[in-house]
Each structure stands twice: as structure tokens, then as C-alpha cells.
């Protein structure tokens, strides 16, 4: 969506997003009736507009009866990240149209898993349908301008749910020839050998490090934060430095030589969203040498 659709929120605001506050409670909320589906939970959507390049929606949705709302962290916060991809694949945090108010989705899903919703970015606000796959993982459906709004746009919409956080991996050094996007990227050695991460119910994400590196150094730490459909941020520390992450799961990576067998991999970028590492499997943990994994991004189709 060329205008609102393209103006992502600003990195400060997801700092303080990310520090936390007056957490919104989902134990009041109704269940769907029994033949209503139940679409609560992380999702991602690819949003491609008519008039410019493609924006990728991250957010956590609250289901209450057939009522449907992203969910809020901190008063005034929506767990609603949009992020902003260029022609050359290049991601940023913030765009055009003067985003600067509250994002907010919310909507309605009937029994035929028809979805109504109503898109809010700052000034902006759209209205669309979807449709929910009989598997309720996907759904596709388009969007408009409403009447009267500044920036408008319309297009399609593509979604999936998002795969949750809680695992294990190895964080590898990374770097990439262009933008991590159009790929491919390379790996150098190991970062963190062992980054245990922890989902919890209300969004809130913790994440423990431990293990040797290559060095024989031993590393030690926890950075807590916070998930929205397949973007996460944590802060902490880790042997006694403060850092600072954000991370994509919108990677596919593969062996130098073996594209064949591709698996899930994680993007990891640091405060200035440049990417600094790649999330893997621990089992997936090559005999080190340069550009022994690579990866590309992963998205939903159109």
C-alpha cells in the first residue's frame, strides 16, 4: 500500500513497546460460537498494493465471540508492525504519509469464514475482506481506501499464521552481499551456540543464551520483549553488554550445494535494523567456514 500502507511505525516506538507497560488481559474474551472459526493468535500478511511496493503486517489477533481486534500491549500500542519492503528488497521501519497516530485492525468472522475488517494506520484507513482456508493457516482476500481517507491505495492481501517462537537455535554472524531480502547471505562463525526462546501466552518473549563460542569464551545471558506475528524484539544483556535485537522469521536456509534441502531460518537484525546474524536449528549447525549456509527471504505468495 503506496502512502499509510507504506508508513511503518517508528523504531522508538517499538522501543517502548518493547519495554513494557499496562498489558492487555484476553481472559474476559468470549469463544467463537461452535460453528465460527477461531483465528486468535500471530499471524502475517503480505499486503500487495496496486500502486507501490510490497508491505508485510505483523500482528497478534484477539478473537472475542466473532469479533476480531489486534491486540494491545501497552496502552496506545497495537501489537501491529508494519514493515516496508522496497523493488530491491531492502526493509525499513519507517515510510511515508505521516504515520505517526495509533495502527489498529479490527473486524469480524462469520460462520462461512468470511472476514470483515477495518485497517487503521495513523490517518489512514482501510477497509477489506478475506477469506479464511477450510484448514484456518491462510487467508486471502483484498482491500480499499475508505471514503474520504488520505493516501489512498487498494490491492490484495495474502496471510498465514506465524510460527511461534518458542525453540532453540544457534545464532550464526552474518552478512550479505546486497540486502538480506534478494539474498544470498553467508555465515562466518558461531554467535550464540545455544538461544533458547520462550513465547509466552500474553505475546511477551524471553530469550536465554548460553554455551562456548569458537573461542572458547563462555557466554551467559537474557533479553526479554515481545512477539508480533513473525517480528520479535528483545533487549538485555548478554556477558554483561547490552544489546538490542529484532528478528524476521521470514528465512529459508539451505548448505552451500544442498538448495535441495532448505529449512526455517530466522533473520536477526540489530537496533539500526542491519543484519547482523541467522537464526538456525542447532541441528543444522555446519562444520564452520565461510558461506558453508546461505539464506533468502520466505514469503507468502501472492
Known amino acids: ?23 492487555e488481559s484476553t481472559n474476559t474474551v468470549q469463544p467463537p460460537p461452535p460453528n465460527v472459526a477461531n483465528v486468535a493468535g500471530s499471524w502475517t500478511v503480505r499486503a500487495a498494493t496496486d500502486y507501490g511496493p510490497m508491505i508485510m503486517l505483523e500482528t497478534n489477533l484477539v478473537q472475542d465471540g466473532t469479533a476480531l481486534r489486534s491486540h494491545d500491549r501497552d496502552i496506545g500500542h497495537p501489537d501491529l508492525v508494519p ?17 505517526t497516530g495509533q495502527s489498529q485492525f479490527n473486524g469480524t468472522i462469520d460462520s462461512h469464514n468470511q472476514i470483515t475488517f477495518t485497517l487503521k494506520l495513523g490517518p489512514a484507513t482501510y477497509n477489506g475482506t478475506a477469506t479464511l482456508s477450510a484448514d484456518r493457516t491462510t487467508l486471502t482476500g483484498n482491500y480499499r481506501s475508505a471514503a ?22 544457534t545464532l550464526l554472524n552474518a552478512e ?5 531480502m534478494n539474498g544470498p547471505c553467508y555465515v562466518y562463525d558461531v554467535a550464540i551456540p545455544m538461544v533458547k526462546m520462550t513465547e509466552h501466552s500474553d505475546y511477551t518473549l524471553t530469550v536465554d543464551a548460553s554455551g562456548t563460542d569458537l ?4 557466554i551467559s545471558g537474557r533479553l526479554t520483549g515481545f512477539v508480533a506475528g513473525s517480528a520479535a524484539y528483545a533487549s538485555g544483556s548478554v556477558n554483561d553488554e547490552n544489546v538490542t535485537y529484532y528478528a524476521w522469521d521470514h528465512g529459508e536456509c539451505w548448505a552451500t550445494g ?3 534441502n532448505t529449512y526455517p531460518c530466522t533473520a536477526v537484525f540489530d537496533s539500526n535494523f542491519i543484519l ?3 537464526l538456525i536449528p542447532p541441528g543444522q549447525v555446519p562444520v564452520m ?14
Do not use: F
Open 1 to 23: 500500500m503506496k502512502s499509510a500502507m507504506i508508513a511503518v511505525l517508528a523504531l522508538a516506538s517499538l522501543v517502548m513497546v518493547g519495554c513494557g507497560g499496562s498489558k
Open 83 to 99: 514493515l516496508y519492503v522496497n523493488e530491491y528488497g531492502d526493509v525499513y521501519l519507517e515510510g511515508g504519509c505521516g504515520v
Open 148 to 169: 474520504g481517507s488520505p493516501c489512498p491505495d487498494q490491492g490484495t492481501i495474502t496471510g498465514s499464521r506465524a510460527r511461534s517462537y518458542s525453540r532453540t537455535a
Open 176 to 180: 550479505c552481499e546486497t540486502n538480506w
Open 215 to 218: 573461542y572458547g569464551n563462555e
Open 258 to 260: 544442498d538448495e535441495a
Open 276 to 278: 547482523v546474524g541467522i
Open 289 to 302: 567456514r565461510r558461506h558453508s549456509v546461505q539464506m533468502r527471504r520466505q514469503l507468502p505468495a501472492n
